[in-house]
Nanobody, 124 residues
Framework: QVQVVQSGGGLVQAGDSLRLSCTTTRRTSSNNGMGWFRQAPGREREFVAAISWNGGNPIYADSMKGRFTISRDRASSTVYLQMNSLNIDDTAVYYC?????????????????WGQGTQVTVSS
């Protein structure tokens, strides 16, 4: 059974940092890209960041560049999202997902398995 288990959400103040983790089924995710998406209240699901099967060529949404960093540890089948300089607009439910292919991808349709989501709330 494929598992995508997230952790690391919480309530922080503007300017703070937070690190999200996503542990996946190794046999399923080892040769696949991984991504992070988020969905804020009243908004559509938004691409955040993605990384290829081997941890190379990370891609980011424009609003996350320079603040967020995606990384993965293939040995532990874990993907991370380091979020720095958080602001109120970053408040959302964040989702980790396993891509259908090996490359990093930026649309939800390119992902096959999704985590349960974790709430990130940034206060002023």
């Amino acid at each position: 059974q494929v598992q995508v288990v997230q952790s690391g959400g919480g309530l922080v103040q503007a300017g703070d940092s937070l690190r999200l983790s996503c542990t996946t089924t190794r046999r399923t995710s080892s040769n696949n890209g991984m991504g992070w998406f988020r969905q804020a209240p009243g908004r559509e699901r938004e691409f955040v960041a993605a990384i290829s099967w081997n941890g190379g060529n990370p891609i980011y949404a424009d609003s996350m560049k320079g603040r967020f960093t995606i990384s993965r540890d293939r040995a532990s089948s874990t993907v991370y999202l380091q979020m720095n300089s958080l602001n109120i607009d970053d408040t959302a439910v964040y989702y980790c997902a396993i891509a259908r292919g090996a490359a990093a991808a930026s649309t939800p349709s390119q992902y096959a398995y999704w985590g349960q989501g974790t709430q990130v709330t940034v206060s002023s």
